[in-house]
């Protein structure tokens, strides 16, 4: 049986929404996050992260995941303990989701856990969506130098 089709998200100016990294979908947007979010711990359940997080002054103390308060359309069939979440135009893996809860980056422990790793998703915002529009209707200038094509940014000075 094939899956029933997705229904896109619509880009919405007004919040922030949250688009997948390879192939910019719209996944989730600033409402499907944990209400309230959770409080960053003072602790660590795991030395392991302890240890690793102690060389890079405080970055323990920093969310590097969001947590959704619930499974969305796209993600499918969520009924498993737990499993992994996937675009779902591109297919990539953006995230997990563990029924019995996961640990933040934080040291808290997010109890169901529909993560979504930092990294694996870009942030869209008013500011940024005007930028990226702005920079698209500006047509790049190129100089070309002896067959070669050298972006603005790369044009060496000349030395007087």
Not at 73 to 99: Q, Y
Not at 104 to 127: F, H, M, R, Y
Not at 135 to 155: D, F
Request: proline residues 7%; charged residues 25%.
């Amino acid at each position: 049986a094939e899956p029933a089709p997705v229904a896109k998200r619509a880009r919405d100016p007004s919040k922030i929404q949250y688009a997948c990294r390879m192939c910019r979908t719209i996944l989730f947007d600033e409402d499907d996050l944990e209400d309230p979010p959770h409080s960053k711990a003072s602790h660590s359940f795991s030395r392991r992260k302890h240890d690793k997080s102690a060389g890079r002054s405080g970055s323990a103390s920093q969310c590097e995941s969001k947590f959704l308060s619930g499974a969305l359309d796209w993600m499918g069939d969520t009924s498993a303990f737990e499993g992994k979440l996937h675009c779902p135009k591109c297919d990539f893996k953006v995230g997990l989701w563990k029924w019995a809860g996961s640990q933040c980056s934080c040291g808290t422990w997010v109890t169901p856990a529909i993560q979504i790793p930092n990294g694996k998703v870009d942030e869209l915002n008013a500011a940024k969506t005007a930028q990226v529009a702005a920079s698209s209707t500006t047509p790049i200038v190129s100089t070309i130098t002896a067959g070669l094509v050298v972006q603005p940014t790369m044009i060496p000075r000349s030395i007087d």
